[in-house]
């Protein structure tokens, strides 16, 4: 009975993987120009930002995500090891954190950036250069969305 409903779930979600891919046709989309996100990933990110000009900068757009660092100070003191916030969109925190996970593998200067990350951190790394990396991702979909341009990756790509 288990495998039985788990098939049909399967099915299930390649109908709606194909619906999403239809609907994300008929809107600009300059996310999908990067390598690594599919309609899915780019129509999660759209449908949770809704207008990038209600963000006034790609800080805003990462605080809203849910990516961004409490702030521990007082006087002079600034403490350099904080903690993500939490609170922010937690759908649009989950896509920016899988899509990352999947454009670092084809993009060089985001693996590049994930790998110091992971290599600078003793625990938990890869949460952490993954959380470090996708902050860096929000800046550049936070520019595409802005501009309403497609992606072009650095040569060397």
Known sequence: MSFSAIKAYKEQLKI??????????LIPNPLTSIKGIGPVY????????????????????AKFAGISWTKHQSGNFTASNTKLIKFGNRYLRYYFMEATNKVRLH??????FYELKYSQT???AHKRALALTARKFVRLV????????????????
């Open 122 to 124: 003793p625990k938990t």
């Open 42 to 61: 780019s129509a999660g990110i759209i449908a949770e930002i809704g207008d990038i000009h209600r963000f006034k900068d790609h800080a805003a757009l």
């Open 142 to 157: 936070y520019a595409l969305l802005h501009s309403n341009r497609l992606y072009i990756p650095p040569k060397g790509d």
């Open 16 to 25: 709606f993987d194909k619906a999403i891919e239809e609907q994300i046709k």
């Open 107 to 112: 993009d060089h200067e985001l693996k590049r």
